[in-house]
Each structure stands twice: as structure tokens, then as C-alpha cells.
């Protein structure tokens, strides 16, 4: 199978698997805004190996499904590796490429525990943290929040003493325990640099709702 037919394939097969109505901004908007993010950073990290990064970021979360049927019970992370196993040997894809695919996308989930073991798994995790801040990120945030009922903003004593998915866990809740600190758990350069550029933005954003607010 020639390249630009794998990866048409994938983008088919991904999109129909993410084309129920989420609403934890893990849908098929966000897999095209981390492919863009990773294959921004493979411009800049020649080294890396375009084809796997790019299948990997299209297929990344592809088990997103089954993680939110099970209430958070299922690891899309571990259960997406599966999935693309078996997708990508489903359409012949060279059997060294397809481990490499497989690998990246065990290896995107922080809470998974895995460190990402070559370059283009670090290019996926840090284009798949990439998408959590910024605008993008603020907007998700505040998305997330009012899907579990959370109030439009608070304190940060009452964010950072709330618990999750309580009236407490607000946008404002996700920025001081979660997105603040990805730009130092970012692997690559290219992705620190723009991480950081991106959590100025966030920090801005918030000073002026808490100069509104309080």
C-alpha cells in the first residue's frame, strides 16, 4: 500500500470512529489540530520519520471510544495500541513500521506511565499536549467544565481545594493543576518553546477573569 493510501485510510477509519457527539473534546477536531501540531514539529525534527508520526497522530485516540463508554475504566492509550495493530495489519502495513506506529501511541498518555521511547513518540505526546493550551486549550477547558457542571470560574484557593468533576473543577481548576506545568513535560525543544509561548497566553486570559471576578 502506497503512502498517501494508508494514510487516507486511516483518516477514514479514524473519523468514523470518533464520529459520535463527545463532549471531552477528544473528537475528530482534535485529532486533525495534533496531526497539524506533529507534523509542524517533523519540519523542524528532520531525523523523525514523517509516515509514523503522522499514521500515529491520526490514530492516537482512536480508543477514545471505549474509554468513555467505561467511564474512564478503559486506557485509550493501551487499547488504541490494539486497535491500530490490528487496523494497520488489516491493510499490510510493513510489519517494523506498524511496532513504531503501535509504540507512539502506547506511549501518548502521561497518566499511562510510559515515557515515550523514540523520537516521533515524543513528537505525538508533546503535539497531543500541544492542543490543550493556548486558546484551543482554554476553550476545551471550559467545555469540560460545563459538561460536569462546574462553575464558570472560582478562586484559585477554592480551584486547587476542589475536587474533580465537582462544581469546583472549573477551566481556571484544569490551568493550576494540569496545564500549567506541560510545558516543562514537554520532550522536544520545538514543543517547549511553543508550550510556553501558548501557557503566556493562558496565564494572561485568567489574570483578566480574575481581575473580573474578584
Do not use: W
Request: a negative charge.
Amino acid at each position: 500500500m502506497q503512502v498517501h493510501d494508508i494514510i487516507q485510510s486511516a483518516e477514514i477509519f479514524i473519523k468514523d470512529r470518533l464520529s459520535t457527539d463527545f463532549s471531552d473534546g477528544h473528537d475528530f477536531d482534535h485529532t486533525c489540530r495534533v496531526v497539524a501540531h506533529a507534523l509542524e514539529l517533523c519540519d523542524q525534527i528532520p531525523q523523525a520519520d514523517r509516515q509514523i508520526v503522522h499514521l500515529a497522530a491520526l490514530l492516537h485516540d482512536v480508543a477514545r471510544p471505549e474509554e468513555a463508554r467505561s467511564n474512564g475504566a478503559v486506557d485509550h492509550a493501551a487499547q488504541g495500541a490494539v486497535v491500530a495493530r490490528s487496523f494497520l495489519m488489516a491493510n499490510s502495513y510493513p510489519h517494523e513500521k506498524l511496532e513504531r506506529v503501535v509504540r507512539c501511541i502506547a506511549e501518548h498518555r502521561f497518566r499511562s506511565g510510559n515515557q515515550p521511547s523514540s523520537i516521533e513518540a515524543q513528537i505525538l505526546f508533546d503535539a497531543d499536549k500541544l492542543d490543550s493550551l493556548g486558546a484551543v486549550g482554554i476553550a476545551r477547558s471550559f467545555f469540560f467544565a460545563a459538561r460536569v457542571g462546574a462553575r464558570i470560574h472560582n478562586s484559585a484557593q477554592d480551584a486547587l481545594a476542589g475536587m474533580p468533576y465537582s462544581c469546583q473543577d472549573t477551566a481556571y481548576r484544569e490551568y493550576l493543576v494540569k496545564l500549567s506545568k506541560l510545558p516543562d513535560r514537554m520532550f522536544t525543544i520545538q514543543a517547549k518553546l511553543k508550550a510556553r509561548n501558548l501557557k503566556i497566553f493562558m496565564q494572561h486570559f485568567f489574570e483578566q477573569l480574575n481581575s473580573e471576578f474578584f
